[in-house]
Every structure is written in structure tokens, then in C-alpha cells.
């Protein structure tokens, strides 16, 4: 399946990607500070000492990401406690709740949460592309926003192992049985 194109990511951003027996892509990006120098003289434009400390800067961001992700979790709970009542896309809840995913999705991966991007993923992928009004709809939409939260609540850094990788694949199975609900 090919993921909808606001979900493709600019290979130009990419360093390495490998695809996981899950089927889940493993994403590597650049280090964009020192690409955007690479081709300047470093010496006349910034110094070596001051590129490290911006990559250090960065790490100190993934170190505090816990504290950092927490209001967006938040945002996503309410919006998402509001939406899951109505299941419907005609709402301010379902924009913010579209909106706090994405913003999950885009930094989890980046600081060492691709266990949460997978699922944030999947959830963006079924709240849009899914009809959620399906009898399991609800409950497909729940386990999602469970899994999201269990992910930052138990700090499952890295990809989650084999309980990681078979919580993606049931998700996807869930989507299918959806999908073969609607057909």
C-alpha cells in the first residue's frame, strides 16, 4: 500500500530507510545542519565547535522530548475524546485531531519514538482514509489512541521490539477487516 502523499517523505531528507518485516519503513534523516554548510567553507561561515553544538543542542531536545510531546498528547487526548463521540469529520475536533497526530508523527520519529510514528501513521491513515462508522470503527479509532498513549506513557523508545512490530501489524490487520467490512 503507498501511503497517502502527505505522508511521503522527501527523499532529499533521507540518509538511509530500510523496511522492516512489519512492513513499517525505517527512516534515517540527515544531519541538515552540517548538508546546508558542507559545500562552504566551514571556517568562514561557522566553526566546527559551534556545528557541534547545535548537534548537541538537538540531542538535548531528544533527552527533554518526553516533557516536550506531553501538551500535544494532551491536545490529542481532548481532541480526540471529543471526536471519537460524534465520529464526525465535519468538526473543530477532527482538524486538531488530524493536526496533533501529524505534529506526533513528524517528531516522534525524530527523537527516538519510530514505535509512535508507525502508529500515528496508521491512526492518520484510518481516520481519514477508513470509513470510521464501521461497526469496529470506534473501537479501531480507541485502540490507536491506546497504543499511541501506552507508547509515551511506558517511554518505548526505539521501535518496540517484537511486541512493537506485532502491535503495527495488528493495526494494519484491523484496517483490513475494516476495509472488508465496507465491501
Known sequence: MTPPEELMIDADLVEDSKTHSSGATIVKGKNLIKEKIGSVSISSVITKKEIDSAQKNIEKVKESYDQ???PELERFKKSFELFVEALDKNTEHYV?????ILNIKGSAGMNDYPLATEISRSFYVFLTDEDIHQPRGREILKLHSN?????F????????????NQL???LHKLHNLNRAATT
Open 168 to 170: 503495527v501489524q495488528d
Open 153 to 164: 506513557k511506558q517511554k518505548m523508545k526505539g521501535s518496540g521490539g517484537e511486541i512493537g
Open 68 to 70: 516536550i510531546i506531553r
Open 147 to 151: 497504543a499511541l498513549q501506552l507508547v
Open 96 to 100: 486538531e485531531l488530524c493536526d496533533a
